[in-house]
C-alpha cells in the first residue's frame, strides 16, 4: 500500500458504499440485495441500515422489506449546488443556449471516470420525465465525457477510466479502450465532442469544454434528436456552444473563480 494514501475507516466506507449503490438504483433494495452487492456481515449491514433511516439519510418502505435514499442525503447534494460560485453563470449561459438552439442543454463536470450533471435546461417541448441534475453517466458514454477527457493525455486516460471492456450503455456506446482514444484524437482535432445514441437511443450530443480551468473540467452540450442531427445541424451547434461556453469562461476567470 502506498504510505502516502490515507488508511480509510471502515464503517465510513460502508456507509458510503450503502449511500452510492442506493444512490444509483432505481428503486429501493432490500438487505439481501445490498448483501449480495456488499459482501458486508449482515449484523454490520442491519446496524448501518437502521443508523442511516434514524438520521434520514435513507427511507424504509412502508411494509419494511427495503430502503432507499432519504432526504437528507438530498440537502447535501443540493449544498454542493448552493456554494459553487460557477453555477449561477454557468445557469444563463445554459438558458441563452436553449433559447438560441432549442435544445436541452446541459453542464457537468468530470469525476473520476463519470461526469456529474450539476444543471439542465430543458426545452419547453422536452418529454423527460426525470432531470440528470445530481446524476453521473459514465464519461466515455456521453459529448460531456469525451470532450473533458480529450483535454487529458492518452495515459491519463487510461489511468482514468475503469478497466476493459468499458460500460455499455447502448448498442452505439463506444467499449474499446483503443476506439475511445481515437474519437478523442478526433474530438481533439474537431474542437468538440460528437455522441450519436451512446447513452440514450435517439438522441445525439454535442459538447465543448469551458476553458476556465486547465485541463478542463466543466462542459456544456446540448441534446438532438438523431433525425435533426445532420452534419450542418451539429456545425451550428457546436459553433453556438463554443461561443457561449468560451464568454463563460471569460466571466468566470474575470470574477476570479478557477
Known amino acids: 500500500m502506498n504510505p502516502e494514501e490515507p488508511k480509510l475507516v471502515k464503517s465510513a466506507q460502508r456507509t458510503i ?30 446496524q448501518l441500515l ?4 434514524a438520521m434520514r439519510w435513507l427511507e424504509a418502505t412502508d411494509d419494511g422489506s427495503a ?24 445557469t444563463r449561459t445554459l438558458e441563452l443556449i436553449r433559447d438560441k438552439l432549442s435544445y436541452t442543454t446541459h ?35 456521453t459529448a460531456l465525457g469525451k470532450v473533458l477527457l480529450a483535454e487529458l493525455t492518452p495515459r491519463e486516460v487510461g489511468a482514468l477510466l475503469p478497466a476493459p471492456p468499458l460500460a ?20 481533439r482535432v474537431r474542437g468538440y465532442s460528437l455522441e450519436h445514441e451512446q447513452n440514450t437511443p435517439g438522441i445525439g450530443c454535442v459538447g465543448v469544454t469551458v476553458p476556465y480551468r486547465i485541463p478542463a473540467t466543466d462542459a456544456i452540450s446540448c441534446s438532438i434528436p438523431i433525425a435533426a442531427a445532420t452534419d450542418a445541424e451539429l456545425e451550428r451547434v457546436a459553433e453556438v456552444l463554443r461561443d457561449h461556453a468560451n464568454q463563460l469562461a471569460a466571466d468566470l476567470r474575470a470574477e476570479g473563480i478557477r
Open 168 to 187: 455499455r450503455l447502448t448498442p452505439n456506446t463506444i467499449t474499446d479502450p483503443d476506439a475511445l482514444l481515437r474519437d478523442l484524437e478526433q474530438t
Open 50 to 53: 437502521h443508523t442511516l433511516i
Open 107 to 141: 453542464y457537468a463536470r468530470l469525476d473520476g471516470s463519470n461526469v456529474i450533471y450539476l444543471l439542465t435546461r430543458e426545452t419547453a417541448d422536452s418529454r423527460r420525465a426525470v432531470s440528470r441534475v445530481g446524476r453521473q453517466l459514465p464519461a466515455h458514454a
Open 17 to 46: 458504499e450503502i449511500l452510492e449503490i442506493l444512490g444509483e438504483a432505481r428503486d429501493p433494495m432490500t438487505v439481501t440485495d445490498l448483501h449480495r452487492r456488499l459482501g458486508y456481515p449482515r449484523s454490520s449491514l442491519h
Open 67 to 90: 430502503v432507499g435514499i432519504g432526504p437528507h442525503a438530498l440537502l447535501t447534494g443540493t449544498a454542493y449546488l448552493d456554494r459553487d460560485p460557477a453555477l449561477p453563470f454557468a
